[in-house]
Structures are given as C-alpha cells and as structure tokens.
C-alpha cells in the first residue's frame, strides 16, 4: 500500500513568488496536516483538514494556504515568498480518531533565493 | 495547551552503548504519545506509539512507556548501532484540551552513534 507521497521534491523559487507543493494520503485516511521544518526551528504545525474543510491552523500568516480536494488529496501554496519560508514542508495524513498515528510524507524542500 | 519537553542534543554515543532520551509532556486528559525518527535527509517515521498509562511501545530493540504519574515518555534502547543515528522527535495528540487530533512535537534530539 502506498504511502503518504509528496510532490515536488525539491522546489527553487526566487523571493515574491508562489509555491504549491501537493500531497497524496494513505488511501482511506480523510485527515492531512501540513507541518514546516525549518532549519533549527524544529517541526511548526501548519494547517489540518479534513473531508475538504480546514479544522485547524498553526501560527503562521495567511499567505500560506491550501486545500483539499474531494479525493483528500491536498495542496499548499505560500505566497509572496520570503527568504525565511526556505524549509522542509511535510504533509501527513490519518484516520479522523483522537489519537490515531499520523503517518508523514518525505517532504518537500522549498528552496526561496 | 499541550506540549512536548525533550532532551536537546546532541548526543554521541558509541556503539553498543545504553540509550535514554527523556520526554516529558503537559496535556490534559489522556493522549496518545508517540516517537517519531528522522534519518538524514528523509521525512519522519513513526517508531513507537502508546495510547494509555502504563502501555509500552517497541520497535526495533526502541522501548518507552507511558508514565501518568510522572508525564513522561522516555525512549530506550539497550545497545544503539551506528544505523541508529538520526534525529528523534517525541510527540502527543489528543487529550481535552485544544485541537485534539493534530501533533505536538518536541524539538527533537539528534543522536550520533559511533562504531
């Protein structure tokens, strides 16, 4: 069974740009978070949602956004890059149950120059 | 809200020896915690899980047991190889308090074995 995949791998963007990065989830999971892993800030909670609706956001501002489409699969765009938002981004997915594991992605590098 | 306390690193062992990485958490009511591994380069993979007081979660000679009365999650092995090697990121979801469903991750400790 497949795992969580994401796409691209790696992504270069210069500063002001967009980015959309995609993530597929372990089929039958209806749940996917997007996490940040930036250089020595460890992983920061970015955005969950669930059966199409965002249930839940982390602290950071709202030109990062996404979605999730009818078959769970997700995307998230960042807009208006800014040097700092060069980071690992990690997508995950689960079954909706309080506690259940969430299982991750390898990630996509974005790389803002 | 909920959150994770670990051990910052780094931390050098050579191979062979004893491994303790502690964890602690707050949360309200009962959560689900977990280790997750990160090896060079390559996203996360969850290592072991424990979802009530007193369970042990094992994988791959890695053990740690939940601890109600004191928080804690410790992570063990009794003899780390050099494959070892990686950064570890304890983490909880769950619990009464906020959104229950989504990860709380400890910053996560690095750990270089050497042969």
């Known amino acids: 069974e497949a795992g969580v995949t994401q796409s691209p791998t790696h992504l270069i963007k210069t500063r002001g740009q967009q980015a959309t990065l995609r993530c597929s989830p372990i089929?039958?999971?209806?749940?996917v978070y997007w996490y940040q892993q930036a250089l020595g800030l460890g992983l920061q909670f970015l955005l969950w949602?669930?059966?199409?609706?965002?249930?839940n956001r982390g602290n950071f501002p709202p030109r990062f956004s996404g979605r999730q489409f009818p078959n769970y699969s997700s995307e998230l765009n960042v807009n208006a890059l800014e040097l700092e938002d060069s980071a690992l981004y990690l997508c995950?997915?689960?079954?909706?149950?309080?506690?259940?594991?969430?299982?991750f992605g390898e990630g996509s590098w974005l790389t803002v120059v | 809200g909920n959150s994770v306390t670990q051990m910052e690193g780094p931390v050098t062992l050579s191979e062979e020896a004893f491994l303790t990485i502690n964890c602690t958490y707050t949360?309200?009511?009962?959560?689900?915690l977990f280790w997750y591994v990160q090896y060079p380069g390559e996203g996360l993979q969850l290592l072991l899980k424990?979802?009530?007081?007193?369970d042990k979660g094992s994988n791959k000679g890695f053990e740690a047991t939940y601890r109600k009365e004191t928080t804690s999650f410790h992570l063990e092995k009794g003899s780390v190889q050099v494959s070892d090697s990686a950064v570890y990121f304890c983490?909880?979801?769950?619990?009464?308090?906020?959104?229950?469903?989504?990860?709380?991750f400890g910053k996560g400790t690095l750990l270089t074995v050497n042969p």
């Open positions: 424990a979802t009530k007081a007193d």
């Open positions: 089929s039958g999971h209806t749940s």
């Open positions: 995950a997915s689960s079954l909706l149950s309080v506690g259940n594991t969430i299982y």
């Open positions: 949602y669930d059966e199409g609706e965002e249930r």
């Open positions: 983490a909880l979801s769950g619990g009464s308090g906020g959104s229950n469903y989504k990860l709380t």
């Open positions: 949360a309200t009511g009962y959560p689900s």
